[in-house]
C-alpha cells in the first residue's frame, strides 16, 4: 500500500488579490463583509489529497492497462508514451467547506464569491499534492490528465481511478455518484505523470474565454485527435 493523504493542507487567501478580483474598494463596506467571508472560509476549510504511485502494465493502441485497470483514451495512451509509473490522485476543497456555502445559495453575488473561494482552495490543495509528488517520487517535469475535461478520455473513466484506492469517501470525504460526478463539487481526479514536454488540458480545448486556461488551444493536434473518436 503506497498511498498517501495529505489532511493538513494550509490555507492561505490573498485577500488583496481577491478584492482586486472581484473589483472591490478595499475600505469598502463590501471589502469588510469579503474579508469576513474569507476568515470564516480559512478557519473552517479542510481540503484534502491524496495519491499513490501506479505503475503501467501494459500499453496498447489506444489503451493502458494501470494496475489491473484499463484506462482508455487516445491521448492518455500517447502522452504515457515513455512512462512506466504514474501517480493518480483525488483532491477536494473539503466537504466542512462545500456545507458550510450552502448558507450563502440564496445571495447570488455573494455565492459567486465563496464558490471562488472552494475553488481556490481545491487549486491549493493541487499545488500541494502536486510538490509533494514532485519533492517525494520524482523530481522532473510532471503534468497531468482528467478523466471528463476532454471528449477523448471521457468522465465514465473516473470509476477506475477511484477504484485505484481504498475508500476514498472515508480518506478524503469525496463520494462519486452514479454520473460519476464527485462531491464536493470543487474536487478533481487524475493522474500525473513525467513528461519532457508539458501537457496541458487546454491545448486541445476550444472553449474562448476560458478564465482558467493555462495554454494557447492546439488546433490541429485537436483535429488530429477528433478524427480518431
Known amino acids: 500500500m503506497n498511498e498517501k493523504l495529505l489532511d493538513d493542507i494550509e490555507l492561505n487567501f490573498d485577500i488583496i488579490s481577491l478584492l482586486k478580483q472581484f473589483s472591490i474598494t478595499s475600505n469598502s463596506a463590501e471589502a469588510k463583509k469579503m474579508k469576513k467571508i474569507t476568515k470564516e472560509a480559512s478557519k473552517l476549510a479542510k481540503p484534502k489529497g491524496l495519491y499513490k504511485t501506479s505503475f503501467i502494465k501494459e500499453k496498447g493502441e489506444d489503451y ?67 510538490k509533494d509528488i514532485k519533492n517525494n517520487k520524482f523530481q522532473g517535469e510532471i503534468s497531468k490528465m482528467n478523466p471528463g475535461s476532454l471528449p477523448n478520455w471521457p468522465i465514465n473513466e473516473q470509476r477506475k481511478l477511484f477504484d485505484l484506492f481504498n475508500d476514498v ?48 488551444f492546439d488546433k490541429d493536434k485537436y483535429h488530429s485527435y477528433a478524427k480518431s473518436e
Not at 93 to 108: A, M
Not at 176 to 187: D, Q
Not at 193 to 212: A, G, I, R, T
Open 64 to 130: 493502458i492497462i494501470l494496475e489491473e485497470k484499463k484506462l482508455k483514451s487516445q491521448i492518455l495512451r500517447d502522452n504515457l508514451d515513455s512512462a512506466e509509473k504514474v501517480y493518480p490522485y483525488i483532491v477536494t476543497c473539503g466537504r466542512e467547506l462545500e456545507k458550510w456555502s450552502k448558507q450563502f445559495k440564496d445571495n447570488i453575488l455573494i455565492n459567486y464569491y465563496v464558490d471562488v473561494l472552494k475553488s481556490k482552495a481545491l487549486n491549493i490543495a493541487r499545488k500541494k499534492l502536486k
Open 169 to 216: 469517501e472515508r480518506k478524503v470525504d469525496v463520494k462519486l455518484n452514479e454520473n460519476y460526478l464527485m462531491y464536493p463539487v470543487k474536487s478533481a481526479s487524475g493522474l500525473w505523470f513525467p513528461s519532457e514536454v508539458k501537457f496541458e488540458n487546454c491545448q486541445l480545448c476550444p472553449k474562448k474565454d476560458c478564465p482558467n486556461r493555462k495554454t494557447n
